[in-house]
């Protein structure tokens, strides 16, 4: 009977390592699950990372990129716009030396401008308002203009006879705009704020100008604006194409 006892005892014993050894391989193999559960997560949670701080990164260097290159690009067009008014400006220059220069080259110039008012106008009665030293140069020319634009008349429309006055308004001078001679300036020494007083803004080019003039019909309601400005503007705006190619190429 003590004999049972004991085998008893060693069976239970023995079924308690079993249960024991079942139980800590059970655990073990729930271990390892949940470990690779972590580790997998973990590993999950740092590549998110990673992949927010690169995109992070990659996004702070194509906006540094483009901040760069707009950068660049913007250099580029001052430089050109730069380059640009520079030409217009020794462009206004030269002609502003040739009128003042040359009288006989200033009439014949202000006689175009005056037929060329006329045929746009087509008014019987016209005032031409110009610089108040440019007033003896209308004057000297404004009989030659008529004459010429009747002769187109009578060319262009059949022998149409127009008769036109011209009166010069010494009343209501324009103001006189000093130019700057600029030509000993080399394009990086000639700023743009410098550029803004080459143009006259549209609420001004019926005031002021260095040369030219401007017709209105005898009511001053119907305005042909052939002041010099006006023109060398209108010429460099529809040049500007031919510049930039010749310039910069296409």
């Known amino acids: 009977m003590y004999q049972d006892?004991?085998?008893l005892a060693d069976f239970v014993l023995?079924?308690?390592r079993e249960k024991c050894f079942e139980?800590?391989?059970?655990?073990?193999k729930q271990f390892e699950k949940e470990k690779k559960q972590i580790v997998e997560r973990e590993k999950s949670n740092i590549q998110e990372e990673i992949n927010t701080k690169y995109k992070k990164k990659?996004?702070?260097?194509?906006i540094k990129h483009s901040a760069l290159v707009n950068g660049a690009r913007m250099r580029l067009m001052n430089a050109r716009n730069q380059a640009l008014m520079k030409i217009y400006s020794d462009s206004q220059y030269q002609i502003y030396k040739m009128i003042r220069q040359d009288e006989r080259f200033y009439e014949e110039l202000l006689k175009n401008l005056i037929v060329q008012g006329l045929i746009?106008?087509?008014?019987h009665e016209v005032v031409v308002r110009c610089l108040h030293r440019d007033i003896r140069h209308v004057k000297n020319v404004i009989d030659d203009a008529i004459a010429e634009f009747q002769d187109i008349l009578r060319k262009e429309l059949n022998g149409l006879e127009f008769e036109v006055k011209i009166e010069v308004d010494e009343d209501k001078c324009l103001d006189e705009r000093t130019l700057i001679d600029n030509s000993i300036k080399g394009v990086q020494?000639?700023?743009?704020?410098?550029?803004?007083?080459?143009?006259?803004?549209?609420?001004e080019n019926d005031k002021k100008c260095f040369g030219g003039i401007l017709l209105t019909n005898k009511e001053g309601l119907i305005v042909c604006k052939n002041t010099l400005d006006v023109r060398t503007e209108q010429t460099f705006q529809d040049s500007l194409p031919?510049?930039?190619s010749t310039l910069f190429g296409k």
């Not at 746009?120 to 008014?123: A, D, G």
């Open 189 to 203: 020494d000639y700023s743009l704020q410098e550029s803004a007083s080459e143009v006259i803004s549209k609420t």
């Open 23 to 28: 139980i800590e391989v059970k655990a073990f």
């Open 120 to 123: 746009k106008l087509f008014e």
């Open 242 to 244: 031919i510049i930039r």
């Open 14 to 16: 023995q079924e308690a």
């Open 58 to 62: 990659a996004q702070q260097e194509r």
């Open 5 to 7: 006892q004991i085998s």
